[in-house]
């Protein structure tokens, strides 16, 4: 249903400034990702502790972190995309709503950097347990990579959490305006 007197011009304006302020985001979140990243020396070296359980816990948690994230970034696309095939009478994204459209690709870059920076994550994880082995010198007892607090990973796992939520706050700003700035037909 259209909005009644003026506010279709409101609505237009207010769906024209979430695009730009979407843009804005994307474009900041993702410069200042890189910008900071290439500030933070590579590990050369971490060393090599005695395992304990509350020390692999601690790991498992930020690990387990970094899963609920990706989890929680998957269920955002799947549910920003879907508004791309909705039905005509529901609320949904045009290919031809150019508002939307942009908001719609900023979300999804964003949430698709937060699971490249998943994967950075691990693999920057895996690494460091490489690097741990090669410093366990104490063949009798086990060893475990002393990586909590190590700025490189750490980053990693911030900024995965970063790019979700700029990009899950634009996803919601998509929906809002598909659903309710639209003035949807029923």
Partial sequence: MSAPGNSGGLHQTVRWLLCIGSLI????????????????????RIDAIKYSDPLKAAIDANIDQSKGLFDVGLLLLGALWALVIAKKDEGRIALGDVPEVIMLLSASA?????????????????????????????????????????????????????????????????????????????
Wanted: glycine share 6%.
């Fill in 25 to 44: 985001v994307a474009a900041i979140t993702t410069y200042k990702a890189w910008e900071d990243k290439a500030l933070i020396p590579p590990t050369q």
């Fill in 110 to 186: 964003l949430l698709l950097l937060s699971f490249e920076w998943h994967e950075f994550y691990l693999e920057n994880l895996g690494a460091a347990y490489e690097l741990a082995s090669r410093n366990c010198t104490d063949l009798k007892a086990a060893c475990f990579p002393d990586v909590l607090g190590i700025p490189s990973i750490e980053f990693l796992r911030n900024y995965q959490e970063t790019f979700l939520r700029m990009g899950g706050g634009i996803a919601l700003a998509t929906i809002f305006s598909a659903h309710q700035l639209k003035g949807v037909r029923r």
